[in-house]
């Protein structure tokens, strides 16, 4: 089958480029894989920060809407104690 020498060292190698090149194959898949789960990572990432600041600005509405009823409120009820302190101080004077 082989007559000589050269044959078997020309056999060798081919044998090593062929695992060489299985080898490689392998590693390109693996690299690929984890590439793709990468990206398939940081577009779960950038999903979830948009709905973390689709939630912030939620929650900065609704506390500032809050806060604006509550001024309102609160100036409501100075104009009401206003209107008893002025009529406590009418009673007052009417009763000495």
Known sequence: ???T???VLYLTVSACIAF???FLVWIMYYVGQISRQSNEMITDFRQKME???DTMD???G???ASVDT???VSTQI???LELIKSFAGKSRKGKS
């Open 62 to 64: 609704k506390v500032t």
């Open 5 to 7: 020498s050269q044959d």
């Open 58 to 60: 939620e929650i900065k």
């Open 51 to 53: 709905e973390l600041d």
């Open 20 to 22: 060489f090149t299985v």
């Open 78 to 80: 100075g104009t009401v």
């Open 1 to 3: 089958m082989f007559t």
């Open 70 to 72: 509550l001024a309102s």
